[in-house]
């Protein structure tokens, strides 16, 4: 297992357009999350998953915004009718169940999304 | 609320100098975990160093230790014989929820940018 993989690496389009990114984790990892990074900033937590069920979800995730996780596998965020503020780098990460150095997050290399 | 705090923006230091990266945080649980991720100009979080609350000893991985003020709230990363390739953003984050809770995210600092300088 080469670590998490994201999909696409960038991603540009025009505002109201809807978009989609893929997330596979380390495949024994039970846990998933989104963050947001905008330029400068550290991430900001959107989603997580444990298992196939979204446990919690962040104010900064509007109803334009849906997250899934079939089968506890793979998961996907979209974002419906963009808009230029949703530009910045959608980073997924997913780790081990448990306490200590467990918990650590591995990520993955992120999408870069740029609405124009 | 839980809230992670790095006042340095940015610092330079000489290769094969140490380094301290500060890093205060505000939590009312008495359960949390402590990490710092380094991210470099290519863009991936790589992980370097995890100190859990009740851990009584500070948290060393190689050239990196973590010292940690638990009464101050305070968990600054320390490099020692800083490399050229240390260069890159340096963020510490915070576990916060209980064990079992709904809520296993962790939340991060807006992150210090260290130069090494030949």
Redesign the interface.
């Known amino acids: 297992d080469t670590g998490v993989s994201q999909d696409p690496r960038h991603k540009i389009t025009k505002r109201g357009q809807n978009v989609t990114f893929r997330c596979d984790p380390i495949s024994e990892h039970n846990?998933l999350?989104w963050y947001r990074q905008t330029l400068?900033?550290?991430?900001?937590?959107l989603t997580?998953f444990?298992n196939e069920a979204q446990?919690?979800k962040s104010r900064l995730l509007s109803d334009r915004f849906s997250a899934e996780r079939p089968k506890g596998s793979f998961s996907t965020l979209e974002i419906q009718r963009t808009e230029q503020g949703d530009s910045a780098?959608y980073?997924c990460?997913s780790?081990l169940d448990g306490?200590?150095?467990n918990?650590?997050?591995?990520?993955?290399?992120?999408t870069q999304l740029s609405v124009l | 609320a839980q809230k992670i705090t790095q006042t340095q923006p940015g610092m330079f230091v000489q290769e094969k100098e140490a380094v301290t990266l500060d890093c205060t945080y505000d939590t009312s649980d008495q359960s949390y975990g402590l990490f710092w991720y380094k991210q470099p100009s290519s863009g991936e979080m790589i992980f370097l160093i995890y100190q859990g609350s009740y851990d009584e000893q500070n948290a060393t991985e190689g050239r990196y230790s973590l010292n940690f003020q638990k009464a101050r709230k305070s968990a600054n990363l320390v490099i020692s014989a800083s490399q050229l390739g240390d260069s890159a953003m340096y963020f510490c984050a915070m576990r916060e929820g209980r064990y079992g809770g709904a809520t296993n995210k962790l939340i991060f600092g807006t992150g210090t940018l260290l130069a090494v300088q030949p």
Not at chain 1, 40 to 45: A, I
Request: proline share 4%; no cysteine; net charge neutral.
């Open positions: 846990r999350y400068g900033q550290g991430p900001e937590f997580y444990q446990l919690e780098m980073l990460a780790s306490r200590g150095t918990e650590k997050l591995f990520f993955g290399s992120g």
